[in-house]
């Protein structure tokens, strides 16, 4: 295929194994393509060829090379120059889905290098590369791997992600995750390392002591617009963490790029931003307000204290609620989320971003469902709380999804995440998708 032909290549859409999960549990997966009796008939044989994919013992994930032109850089403007005011309150179109790389093992995070090296982390405690751009794929050499805890059952390893903003002069890169403490307590750090030559070297600790466990262990790292490192942390299925001053579990936080605390946070010497949180794996800033927005994962027990995932506008010292309240109780001691998932649905929202490049989509909120398996898209009023628009996109056509991120030609970058032991991998999980939405 020509750099200066047709972008991309054949959509995927419709062509793999999902997982059709309610709120609480995985139920049996469904074969598409092929008549009910049939899928019926071929569930078992292929059930087992494929989960024996995702199997501990597996070996080293392989590569998968890809040479589609995606850009790095934002097409040259053809219309006004002013950016969209509001994205389309209407259905969006997924004009294409497109594989990127695949043979990857539960990725959780990517950023993207200005040299169009793009960086995903696995949970087992790989840092990968997959250069973009012609000739670029999955290199098969890690650029890093960490002591990261993990486990076939649970949410822990390595997690988070995020490359200095001045990464060109730096060459830093901030990862967040888990690890055994002496005496086998399971604790969470930040830590920074430096590329030199295509590998990470010199891991310094930024932060420590972040309170673990085998699930709620958060683990969304970016930067914000303000230039600070803001950390997602979960409660480390203690709830009582999340509502404790002393504990830096079921936070927001927020550090200075040294791992110090900002002068302006809400309370003096500490990184705490917000606090009443279960369990945070997306945040994302308006591109035009720069209010930042929060996607928390709710309770999994049995009805009616199910669900009530959330979508949060994050204020500085705000107080969530957990484990008090539960979705949008109107508890004046708490602030209310802006959309939850209710009492019956679980979407397990992950990663999440806005819609920053002028076009339809413009100034969307987008965040991935793992539970949901969906990409799901929301539509704020110009006040930034009102929902005008939501919709469900990609609905069980590729599994479970970690991770969304916007490149500069408005594209989206979205991880799979079918091998982390809750998915039912296809033979080239895990993936990493360009999908193109207009």
């Known amino acids: 295929m020509s750099s200066a032909g047709v972008l991309f290549a054949r959509p995927l ?14 139920k049996t997966p469904t074969l598409l393509n092929l008549p009910p009796r049939a899928a019926r008939g071929a569930l078992t044989l292929i059930a087992v060829l494929l989960l024996s994919c995702a199997a501990p013992g597996a070996s080293s994930p392989s590569s998968s090379v890809t040479t589609i032109p995606i850009p ?5 403007l053809t219309s006004s120059p002013t950016p969209t005011a509001s994205p389309r309150i209407g259905p969006a179109v997924v004009q294409n889905v497109q594989l990127v790389a695949s043979g990857l093992r539960a990725p959780w995070a990517v950023d993207l290098a200005p040299d169009g090296r793009l960086f995903v982390t696995e949970r087992p405690g790989r840092v990968r590369i997959v250069q973009l751009g012609p000739g670029g794929g999955l290199q098969p050499d890690s650029w890093a791997t960490v002591p990261a805890s993990t486990s076939i059952d649970g949410e822990r390893g390595l997690l988070g992600i995020a490359l200095d903003p001045d990464f060109a002069q730096t060459r830093f890169v901030y990862l967040y995750y888990t690890y055994v403490a002496p005496g086998g307590a ?44 803001y950390v997602t942390t979960g409660d480390a299925e203690n709830g009582d963490n999340a509502q404790s001053p002393s504990a830096l579990a079921g936070k927001i936080l927020r550090l200075n790029k040294d791992g ?5 946070n809400p ?34 027990n049995l009805f009616p204290d199910c669900c ?72 704020f009023g110009p006040d930034g709380r009102t929902v005008l628009f939501q919709e469900k996109l990609l609905t069980n056509q590729y599994g ?32 990493v998708l360009l999908v193109t939405l207009r």
């Open 260 to 264: 110090s605390i900002p002068a302006d």
């Open 186 to 229: 399971i604790r969470n750090k930040v830590v920074r390392m430096r590329d030199q030559s295509n590998r990470g070297v010199e891991e310094t600790v930024i932060l420590d002591g972040i309170l673990g466990n085998n699930d709620h262990d958060g683990g969304r790292l970016k930067f914000g617009p303000d230039g600070k490192l």
């Open 400 to 431: 479970r999804l970690r991770d969304v991120f916007e490149i500069a030609s408005g594209e989206f970058l979205v991880l799979t995440s079918n091998r982390d032991g809750r998915g039912v991998p296809a033979a080239d999980d895990d993936r």
């Open 267 to 300: 309370t003096s010497g500490s990184p705490v931003w917000s606090l009443g949180h279960r369990n945070v794996q997306g945040i994302a800033w308006n591109p035009d307000t720069g209010a930042l927005y929060e996607t928390e994962h709710g309770p999994s």
């Open 72 to 76: 790095t850089t934002a097409p040259p």
């Open 308 to 379: 009530n995932d959330e979508v949060n506008l994050i204020v500085p010292g705000g107080n969530y609620g957990w484990p008090t309240v539960r979705g949008t109780p109107g508890d004046t001691r708490f602030r209310d989320p802006l959309i939850d998932s209710g009492r019956v649905e679980t979407w397990a929202p992950s990663g999440a971003t806005f819609a920053t490049k002028p076009g339809p989509v413009r100034g969307s909120f987008l965040f991935a469902t793992l539970r949901g398996q969906h990409l799901h898209r929301v539509v």
């Open 13 to 26: 859409v419709g062509s793999r194994w999902t997982a059709d999960q309610g709120p609480l549990a995985q």
